[in-house]
């Protein structure tokens, strides 16, 4: 153990040294620190003051992601720059670069956020200054710009959600309006196509077919009449009349039939004594008189024998024949027209069916996406409502920015028993390694370790008694000189270059902490 000690006390020196600086160092700046004061204050994210349930906010974040967005906010560049020289925090501030008083700024605040697991999303902001009121002024101005933005943030995001579902109406609106007209002017186009009239349209077919079925029918028959006509006159010589061509009706014998009808459909609503029943039986009784005189001027008049006029009647039955063939035959073609329109329609009925329905699923969809836009326009109206008043959820301060009443910084005991102690450290390092990396021969067992060699004994270096108070004197002047000289210097330095305390902040501020 006296060896090490020797060996401490030859090196003595340069412990000295480098204690006495750092401990030197640590006192001063430790005595000359200016007082600091830090002001702080707490902030929270209060949840909506209207349940989600009654009136969902369209403005949701997560309060620690709030907090966070808070944060980067407040520390930028030129909300940082505006409150130091407006305020005039920083000591020496027209000195100073702006990156100079941004870093000083952003190292002199500090914010601390409550954890994930933390059930309150808190956030705690502290500002140091070199006097008392500035620290709180900062903090009122960071609490004024947080509570700002924010305000700012959420109504500006909830007028974008509603300006973005007032787009979205309009859009889908008119889209609405397109479909429908195009619906509209395809089941013009293709009136006689669509679909709702195709039960009608076969019915229509069957008709059809069967009025062009009985046509054909009639013209066989008419044809095969006219046949047996032509044959009869070819074997006879005469035509066969009908009943109703042989003996004719008289015109008042027609209108005389007519009343009769009219008057026994009178008598099966009516009675005998109805007024219009006497009025047909009246005249039914003048027409009677009138068609009993003609008959009898015919029967003292008789005409000409009828076969005189069968030449004439087989030209009048075979004109009637093929005009009533004509006839038919028109209304056949026109029957056999209309029958192909008809098929043609329903044949494309199922291609018109299909486009028909898949612009109607197009109108469909837009009109769902309409009524959803809808609804969703209304929740936005509520949340922008809910955010222009302040009922969302937002950031609070429940402990407001107060001015200190004592400085805070810096701990002078700390930092000059610190610097103290990491002197001494530092010294006893140096020695260590200065030992490492020395390799004289000090001691017996150093030749043994390194040569491997056992030396019969040492002699030890003898000084003279003028030679140990000539190393005393040298050791105790440079002992003197350390421990004298150097707090010199740094009194000169702080005296005559620049005072300790000044460099020490612009060295944090450099580096950006805070004792």
């Known amino acids: 153990m006296s060896y090490y000690f020797s060996i401490f006390l030859r090196r003595l020196p340069w412990f000295l040294v480098v204690a006495t600086i750092l401990a030197a160092v640590s006192v001063t700046v430790a005595l000359t620190l200016p007082p600091a004061y830090v002001s702080q204050m707490r902030l929270i994210v209060e949840s909506p ?43 020496d501030i027209a000195k100073m670069n702006p ?46 710009l947080i509570q700002k933005e924010d305000a700012e943030f959420r109504r500006g995001r909830a007028g974008e959600t509603l300006e973005f579902f007032i787009q979205e109406i309009d859009r889908l609106g008119a889209e609405l309006a397109e479909q429908s007209a195009r619906i509209l002017k395809f089941k013009e186009e293709n009136t006689g196509d669509l679909p709702d009239s195709l039960e009608f349209r076969l019915g229509q077919q069957a008709l059809i077919q069967e009025r062009f079925s009985n046509l054909e029918r009639e013209i066989t028959t008419m044809q095969s009449q006219r046949a047996r006509l032509v044959e009869l006159f070819e074997q006879t010589g005469r035509v066969a009349m009908p009943e109703e061509d042989r003996n004719p009706l008289t015109p008042d014998q027609k209108v005389l039939a007519d009343l009769q009808r009219q008057l026994d459909e009178a008598l099966a609503v009516y009675s005998p004594e109805h007024p219009r029943v006497i009025l047909l039986q009246k005249r039914i009784r003048q027409l009677e008189e009138k068609v009993a005189a003609a008959s009898s001027l015919e029967t003292e008049n008789p005409g000409p024998p009828s076969e005189t006029q069968t030449p004439s ?19 056949k073609d026109g029957v056999e027209a209309q029958l192909t329109r008809l098929n043609e329609s329903i044949e494309r009925t199922p291609s018109v069916t299909i486009t028909l329905e898949e612009m109607e699923r197009k109108y469909q969809t837009i009109q769902t996406q309409f009524q959803q836009s809808q609804d969703r326009l209304s929740k936005a109206q509520t949340g922008e409502r809910i955010e222009a008043r302040s009922r969302g959820q937002k950031i609070s301060v429940i402990e407001l920015p107060a001015v200190p009443s004592q400085p805070t910084k810096p701990n002078r005991v700390l930092i000059a028993a610190g610097g103290t102690a990491f002197g001494i450290l530092a010294g006893f390092a140096l020695v260590v390694l200065l030992e490492f990396f020395n390799n004289t021969a000090r001691r017996p067992e ?24 000539r190393q005393r004197g040298a050791k105790l002047l440079l002992i003197l000189a350390i421990l004298v000289g150097i707090p010199a210097v740094i009194y000169a330095i702080h005296i005559y270059y620049l005072p300790l305390d000044l460099l020490a902040d612009r060295l944090m501020n450099k580096i950006g902490v805070r004792w």
């Open 99 to 144: 990156d100079e008083i941004v870093t000083a700024m952003r190292a002199r605040t500090s914010i601390r956020l409550a954890s994930s697991r933390d059930p309150l999303p808190l956030m705690t902001i502290s500002f140091e200054a070199p006097t008392a009121r500035n620290a709180a002024n900062v903090l009122n101005e960071y609490l004024t």
């Open 446 to 469: 150093d030749l043994v370790s390194r040569f491997g060699i056992t030396p019969f004994t040492t002699i030890p270096y003898v000084r003279t008694k003028g030679q140990r108070y």
């Open 313 to 331: 009647m087989f030209d009048i039955q075979m004109a009637g024949v093929d005009s009533r063939i004509d006839v038919l035959s028109k209304e």
């Open 49 to 91: 003051q209207i349940p989600e349930e009654l009136a969902p906010s369209t403005v949701r974040a997560p309060a620690l992601e709030q907090l966070n967005v808070m944060e980067q906010k407040l520390l930028t560049r030129a909300n940082l720059l505006d409150i130091a020289r407006r305020l005039d925090v920083l000591p």
